[in-house]
């Protein structure tokens, strides 16, 4: 049990120093061509153990490969599924979209048009305040008693980093759910910046 505890200690101390190194350093991506699917998959099976959440994929059978930097994507995927686990404490579900999106010059305008992976992640939990929302991806701004307030702002940072956007859409008491669209910038036919 102890050396369970232990473990459990190191892996958040590991986790807070990565966001912190990526947060305080600017963290510049190490691009490489993958799969998101897969990264998707591994974030949500590393964050949801031990927890009474459920979780479903809706994810293109056909989604491109991107150019991207796996270590800071899935830390910031990882942090939208643990902030969802920890809005459910009674338990709920998790529902995760991934699909291609090209987008024209006024469909999204902070986003150049190009092609896009565009990724959901909603849940049934408590919803954010009203007044919270403008202050989510603030660095130190926090609501949990234990949280380090690093979360989402990581998420807003390794999201920018990566030439993509970032939304919320929250109720209170129906749930939240991000939104990310990340630049495919694979092959000859993408945009690039």
């Not at 902030?83 to 404490?89: D, E, W």
Request: some cysteine.
């Amino acid at each position: 049990h102890l050396l369970s505890e232990a473990e459990k200690a190191c892996t958040r101390a590991r986790s807070l120093t990565m966001q912190l190194l990526t947060f305080s350093k600017g963290g510049e991506p190490v691009r490489e061509t993958t799969s998101i699917d897969k990264v998707l998959e591994e974030s949500v099976n590393f964050s949801l153990p031990g927890s009474n959440v459920d979780c479903t994929f809706a994810i293109d059978g056909e989604l491109w490969n991107a150019d991207i930097d796996k270590g800071q994507i899935h830390q910031a995927l990882s942090n939208i599924v643990i902030n969802a686990v920890q809005a459910m404490p009674e338990g709920g579900t998790i529902t995760i979209f991934a699909g291609n999106v090209t987008l024209g010059p006024h469909d999204c305008p902070p986003l150049p048009a190009g092609n896009y992976i565009r990724i959901d992640i909603g849940d049934t939990g408590s919803g954010i305040r009203p007044e919270h929302l403008p202050k989510i991806f603030d660095p130190y701004f926090t609501t949990k008693q234990k949280g380090s307030g690093l979360g989402l702002a990581t998420v807003y940072s390794v999201v920018k980093r990566h030439d993509g956007h970032l939304t919320v859409d929250s109720k209170l008491g129906e749930g939240t759910t991000f939104t990310r669209s990340e630049e495919r910038r694979v092959g000859k036919e993408c945009r690039s910046r």
